[in-house]
């Protein structure tokens, strides 16, 4: 199974905060990672596909990169609504598997 | 508009059994791979199990294999997961989520229901 580490855990950021969230997988899943976002109580969001592509409707601040075994999720000029927790997600192969979860809580 | 609602979820006794059904609407049903995806209080995201739109192809994660089962009625555009041999551990939200596309391959998980709570408990 491929294994996907996020870091951090954990984030504390201010409101106009560029922030950079990363994914490590196990073994190489090309560029087959996806970023969702999830707020309390609600279900997941897709934001990032295949590394790089916004979803329809996110706005441009997010962004991907990234290929190979090494990804990041970008957040430029956090807004509030921003707040939540970001999962990354390998859709390489089977079994899909997740990482563990990054909380972005407001400074 | 793709909806998707969850039912069934509520207390199950460990070793005992639950069904849980994903109603669709808004999309083809017959032509879109389908997935569960759970998420224990507090804890992340893990996939569940998975079902090909015609559902002839399908997969489950280790932790669930021989105890779940994953199905579909396309006439009834409904998904289902029979959950046998409960566990403590199987306590979670469980979200049936439609793919992005109709690509044979795709596991982009773009449509989400709002979930069903199982609660495993004696």
């Known amino acids: 199974d491929i294994q996907m580490t996020q870091s951090p855990s954990s984030l504390s950021a201010s409101v106009g905060d560029t922030v950079t969230i990363t994914c490590r997988a196990s073994?190489?899943?090309?560029?087959?990672l996806n970023w969702y976002q999830q707020k309390s109580g609600t279900a997941p969001k897709l934001l990032i596909r295949?590394?790089?592509s916004l979803q329809s409707g996110v706005p441009s601040r997010f962004s991907g990169s990234g290929s190979g075994t090494d990804f990041t999720l970008t957040i430029s000029g956090l807004q509030p609504e921003d707040f939540a927790t970001y999962y990354c997600?390998?859709?390489?192969?089977?079994?899909?598997?997740f990482g563990q979860g990054t909380r972005l809580e407001i400074k | 508009e793709v909806q998707l609602v969850e039912s069934g979820g509520g207390v199950g006794q460990p070793g005992g059994s639950l069904r849980l059904s994903c109603s669709a609407s808004?999309?083809?049903?017959?032509?879109?791979?389908m997935n569960w995806v759970r998420q224990a209080p507090g804890k992340g995201l893990e996939w569940v199990s998975y079902?090909?739109?015609?559902?002839?192809?399908?997969y489950y994660a280790d932790s669930v294999k021989g105890r779940f089962t994953i199905s579909r009625d396309n006439a009834k555009n409904s998904l289902y997961l029979q959950m046998n041999s409960l566990r403590d551990e199987d306590t979670a939200v469980y979200y049936c989520?439609?793919?992005?596309?109709?690509?044979?391959?795709?596991?982009?998980?773009?449509?989400w229901g709002q979930g069903t709570l199982v609660s495993v408990s004696s």
């Open positions: 989520a439609r793919v992005l596309s109709q690509d044979p391959g795709d596991k982009d998980f773009q449509h």
């Open positions: 073994q190489s899943i090309r560029i087959f």
């Open positions: 808004g999309f083809i049903f017959s032509s879109y791979n």
């Open positions: 295949v590394a790089s």
């Open positions: 997600q390998q859709s390489y192969s089977t079994p899909i598997t």
């Open positions: 079902i090909a739109s015609s559902g002839d192809s399908i």
